[in-house]
């Protein structure tokens, strides 16, 4: 579940709190989200790659907290690592269109 | 209409067509009543682009040409349905799906292009084709509330005439009045942890069955994925390519058999671990570049998927890739309560895919079609019957968890009855594994969970929005597990292994209705045996 709002990171856009299909976040006036409702997250990443500055870190466990380090994310480079793996830039789609899936569904069959 | 930013309290507007849900369905239907005329408002408890099932994941669509080969398909799947599912539903399906992704195209959402330079419209990226649906529906005139969920619909004694709820940032009431009323709330995922749970709680069957609605196939619930331990990724594509073992090493030989069922019975056993050790460099690749979001749960850890094994779980997916939801009555997605209409997982899929699993293309080209002819007809029922429809005074529908049925206890604990839809409707030797025995004593508890519901003071506020999540959620399991009762028989994910085979008698589908009392009745009309 989401465990990390980088203050370091975060430019106070509010972008997570309104695409959060959870209402995880909370806005704080001219500071980074708080994480109000950290036990309703679905653990889908989706609030990582609409963040423009990749500020936010989901781990995977969606049952409970790990308990990771910003510092620890930060120096593992995991910090927007799932929007480069999409193609997403700055909170932007991009990348659909190199999408090999339909190799995987020809190989499949 | 108003620009809901303008008002400081309740918002109370109106419009033409309402639409809850901003999945796919919820995004087609909206597009389409816009493009018949309609005014249309939109409303989903998260956000459109990221809520439900679909968003977070790439997804495939069923998409055949038309033609012989159509044709062909769709007989080579029937058998597997369970004989269920009705050719000539799965055809108009596949037939508007065809036409609608073909518009995707030309409107400009990126689908990648083949070896012969040809775009390849049989796969959608969740994240982007979700964010281009958003577009689309704005770009069409559609008004979107963005969390606000809707606790219940509206009534005017003749036909359904809105909805109400609450916005959950702003913490204020809001009501739509319209001449008609699109369901697109979604599958329900009994409370586990998969891509797209937040907002699956089934919402909308609880509200369409308050209406007088009727629903379908709700045994079609016991569909379960492959998921990384503890993520909550219920995606099966790479597990294409999976290899299983028990904590001692020992291979479960999944061979010609239902893979599932192998490793759920391993699952009662102890731990099983996975690895996609049978996908060759070529596929690794695809895999790592095509699923990234599948490869989170490891690459956060350190662990590799392709050479390593890692504890692997079965995930209970309920009605998001089973089967069950409300009844259609006809070709326009009409649930039978004039003026409401049902599309995608909050509709029973048993036309287009019987008793098995419409997971991925299917429903996904389900969700496509049915969303535009839900939206388009509702758009009609609008353009028919609003005049009447604005003159007469609505009443709110809602019940459990809003309006007690008796003298009222205050202190619900939508928690405690959360957790107790979680125990009896997620383990495997209840839901996945089904047997009168169990099915009973779950029934005993979430009637007592009813009860509990029925017998509280209504809350407000988000303690409202959580109290009608724990009705939906108990009244989805009542339905799901009185159906698998009556079903006394095995059919696709339907699994009782105290009635092994399937029973030619139960060619047929049930339909279960009521909220405080649930009855069973078989669609072609003969009896049900006394069921509770």
């Known amino acids: 579940m989401i465990e990390i709002v980088s203050a370091r990171r975060c430019i106070a856009c509010d972008v997570c709190v309104k695409v959060c299909p959870a209402n995880v976040f909370d806005a704080i006036p001219a500071a980074a989200p708080a994480i109000a409702r950290q036990a309703d997250c679905q653990t889908c990443f989706l609030c990582e790659i609409y963040c423009p500055s990749d500020a936010l870190y989901v781990a995977p466990d969606a049952e409970g907290v790990s308990g990771v380090s910003e510092a620890a994310i930060e120096a593992a480079g995991l910090f927007g690592s799932y929007a480069r793996a999409l193609g997403w830039r700055r909170g932007r789609p991009d990348g659909a269109q190199n999408d090999p899936t339909f190799r995987l569904r020809v190989a499949a069959q | ?532």
Request: neutral net charge; aromatic residues 8%.
């Open chain 2, 1 to 532: 209409m108003i620009n809901p930013r303008r008002v400081a309290e309740a918002l109370d507007v109106s419009t033409d067509v309402l639409v809850v849900g901003g999945g796919p369905a919820g995004a087609w239907a909206a597009v389409a009543a816009a493009e018949a005329g309609s005014r249309v408002i939109l409303v989903d408890k998260g956000y459109l682009g990221t809520s439900g099932a679909t968003a977070p994941s790439n997804t495939g669509t069923w998409f055949v040409p038309p033609g012989e080969g159509r044709r062909a398909a769709i007989e080579q799947r029937q058998p597997r349905t369970g004989g269920l599912a009705d050719p000539r539903w799965v055809e108009r399906t596949l037939d508007t799906a065809w036409d609608k992704l073909h518009c995707l195209a030309a409107w400009g959402y990126p689908f990648p292009r083949d070896d012969e330079g040809q775009p390849y419209l049989a796969n959608l990226r969740g994240p982007d084709y979700m964010h281009f649906m958003r577009r689309l529906v704005l770009g069409a005139g559609v008004m979107v509330l963005d969390h606000h969920p809707a606790l219940e619909l509206l009534g005017n004694g003749e036909t359904v005439a809105g909805a109400g709820g609450i916005d959950r940032q702003r913490s204020r009431p809001w009501q739509v009045r319209a001449a008609a009323v699109v369901l697109a709330t979604g599958g329900c995922a009994f409370g586990e942890h998969i891509l797209g749970s937040a907002t699956l709680t089934g919402d909308g069957y609880l509200m369409a069955a308050e209406a007088g609605a009727l629903l379908s196939g709700m045994e079609f619930s016991a569909q379960y994925a492959f998921t990384p331990r503890p993520s909550a990724l219920n995606k099966g594509l790479p597990f294409r390519w999976a290899s299983f073992t028990r904590q001692d090493g020992t291979p479960i030989s999944t061979e010609g058999r239902d893979r599932h069922a192998a490793v759920a019975a391993a699952l009662l056993d102890g731990p099983v671990f996975a690895q996609y050790d049978q996908a060759s460099p070529e596929v690794r690749q695809w895999l790592r570049q095509g699923q990234p979001n599948c490869f989170q749960p490891f690459d956060r850890i350190g662990v590799d998927p392709f050479t390593e094994r890692w504890p692997v779980m079965l995930r209970c997916e309920g009605t998001v890739r089973g089967v069950g939801g409300i009844r259609l009555l006809d070709d326009d997605c009409a649930t039978g309560v004039p003026g409401l209409y049902a599309a995608g997982d909050a509709a029973s899929r048993e036309r287009l895919t019987g008793a098995i699993s419409g997971g991925g293309g299917p429903n996904s080209s389900w969700a496509i079609a049915s969303g535009n002819w839900a939206g388009r007809a509702a758009a009609v029922f609008a353009a028919r019957h609003g005049a009447r429809s604005a003159e007469r005074p609505v009443t709110p529908l809602g019940q459990a968890g809003l309006r007690p049925a008796r003298k009222a206890r205050p202190g619900l604990d939508a928690h405690a009855i959360v957790r107790a839809v979680r125990e009896e409707m997620l383990p495997l030797d209840r839901n996945f594994f089904r047997r009168e025995a169990t099915l009973r004593q779950s029934l005993e508890r979430l009637d007592g969970c009813w009860a509990d519901l029925r017998g509280h003071e209504p809350a407000d506020g988000a303690a409202a929005l959580q109290a009608r999540e724990a009705a939906a959620l108990t009244a989805t399991s009542r339905w799901a597990y009185r159906s698998a009762l009556a079903r006394a028989e095995s059919r696709g994910m339907h699994r009782r292994p105290d009635r092994p085979g399937a029973d030619a008698g139960f060619a047929c589908s049930l339909h279960a209705s009521g909220l405080d009392e649930v009855r069973l009745a078989r669609a072609d009309g003969r009896a049900t045996e006394a069921v509770s």
